[in-house]
């Protein structure tokens, strides 16, 4: 079966811009996490939605960050007024239930020019 | 916040030796996972543990949730050239923290054939 899929893979943008990180979570899968991987350090939890939940948004590191995730599946990532910091591959990761087993998307790898 | 440190940070082995890694913490975690990353990839599960002093094998990896529920170990067993990668191991608090997971640093691992 299809696994996570996140789109662009790449995204180079200029600083100041917005940009828009896509995340498709394995079909049944009713948890979705963003974390964010800077170069050669581990994952950095950002963002978790359960179900119908409100999202847990304590991991995101200012306002410029947000997301959404539309009809229980598709999750869209944004980032206003991009910084070089914000620099990094983000990834998704899905989960079937409160099962903490999460598996990961290829990654957006985003560069901030 | 919670931190991981895992170690070792790098390891340089013979194809057929043994690999091992661990990762403690300063606070307890209810879940301990240990994921493989390989270039340009999201991590991919390979062992989740539960039970403080459960020891588990996936082949020729083996990984234990350490009693005291801060620490894990992996173990790889006749390393291969495919066992190339970075090895993370990674830790959910439970209770309001649950399905955030704290990453280590990773272990990055190269097999000399």
């Known amino acids: 079966g299809a696994g996570v899929s996140q789109s662009p893979s790449n995204k180079v943008t200029e600083k100041g811009k917005d940009v828009e990180l896509r995340c498709d979570p394995i079909?049944?899968?009713?948890?979705l996490y963003w974390y964010r991987q800077s170069l050669g350090q581990g994952l950095e939890f950002l963002i978790y939605?359960?179900?119908?939940?409100?999202?847990?948004k304590s991991g995101l590191p200012s306002d410029r960050f947000s997301a959404e995730r539309t009809g229980g599946s598709v999750s869209t990532l944004t980032i206003q007024r991009t910084q070089q910091e914000d620099s990094a591959v983000y990834l998704c990761a899905s989960s079937q239930g409160r099962n903490n087993e999460q598996f990961f998307g290829p990654g957006t790898r985003l560069t901030v020019l | 916040g919670q931190q991981l440190n895992q170690s070792p940070q790098s390891m340089f082995i013979q194809e057929g030796e043994d690999v091992s890694m661990n990762c403690t913490s300063s606070s307890i975690f209810n879940t301990w996972l240990w994921y493989k990353q390989d270039p340009g990839e999201g991590p991919v599960l390979l062992i989740a543990l539960y039970k403080a002093g459960e020891l588990t094998s996936n082949g020729r990896l083996t990984a234990q949730f350490g009693i005291t529920r801060k620490d894990s170990f992996l173990n790889i067993s006749a390393s291969i050239p495919s066992d190339v990668g970075i090895y993370f191991c990674?830790?959910?608090?439970?209770?309001?923290?649950?399905?955030?997971?704290?990453f280590g640093q990773g272990t990055i691992l190269t097999v000399h054939p």
């Open positions: 939605f359960q179900g119908n939940s409100a999202p847990d």
């Open positions: 990674a830790g959910d608090a439970g209770g309001t923290s649950y399905g955030k997971l704290t």
């Open positions: 079909s049944g899968h009713t948890a």
